[in-house]
């Protein structure tokens, strides 16, 4: 392994998709919707999306969870953000390669966020980190 700073290891950590989808329910269920238009979560690219050894898919019936395994194979989730002091609508498109390097942020920078998402403990706030970090690699609200 190498230093990635002085006085620090850099390391791999894998995250289970299931940890990732239900951080991504939490934030669109309840954790995003002070910045994201209502409703405007959309999913594209789902045709043959399998969600994985999922608990998920029993956990909220009439629900189609196999949505939010999208991201992470070849679709991608597409949100609205409406900008507070103008009003000014934006579309943002989340994917794969977003989810990975907003997992890397937030391993990073907001660790206790990190920790929660890889435990399966978050919550809406760790759903809503988690998705401004994939559209804007940063918390820009909240």
Same mark, same amino acid.
């Given at each position: 392994m /190498?230093?990635?700073l002085?006085? =620090?290891?850099?390391i &791999? #950590?894998?995250?289970? +998709?299931d940890a990732i ?6 934030g669109v ?5 002070? *910045?994201? %238009? @209502? $409703?405007?979560?959309e999913?594209?690219?789902? $045709?043959?999306?399998?969600? =994985?050894g999922?608990?998920?898919?029993? @956990? ?5 969870i ?7 194979q +070849?679709?991608?989730m597409?949100?609205?953000?409406v900008?507070?002091? =103008?009003?000014?609508e %934006? %579309?943002h !498109?989340?994917? /794969? /390669?977003?989810?990975?390097k907003a ?5 990073? /920078? *907001?660790p !206790?966020?990190? &920790?929660?998402v890889?435990k399966?403990?978050? +919550?809406a #706030? =760790?759903?809503?980190?988690l998705?401004q970090?994939?559209?804007?690699g940063?918390? &820009?609200?909240?």
């Amino acid at each position: 392994m /190498k230093d990635a700073l002085p006085g =620090t290891m850099e390391i &791999k #950590v894998n995250v289970p +998709d299931d940890a990732i989808v239900g951080a991504l329910i939490s934030g669109v269920e309840s954790g995003i919707y002070y *910045w994201v %238009k @209502v $409703p405007s979560v959309e999913f594209l690219g789902l $045709p043959g999306v399998i969600p =994985t050894g999922s608990s998920w898919v029993k @956990v909220i019936e009439g629900d189609d969870i196999s949505s939010y395994f999208g991201p992470l194979q +070849d679709g991608h989730m597409i949100l609205i953000e409406v900008e507070e002091s =103008t009003g000014k609508e %934006k %579309k943002h !498109q989340i994917g /794969k /390669k977003e989810i990975a390097k907003a997992l890397q942020l937030m391993a990073e /920078k *907001w660790p !206790q966020h990190f &920790k929660d998402v890889v435990k399966e403990s978050g +919550d809406a #706030v =760790t759903g809503d980190v988690l998705i401004q970090l994939a559209c804007f690699g940063d918390i &820009k609200y909240g």
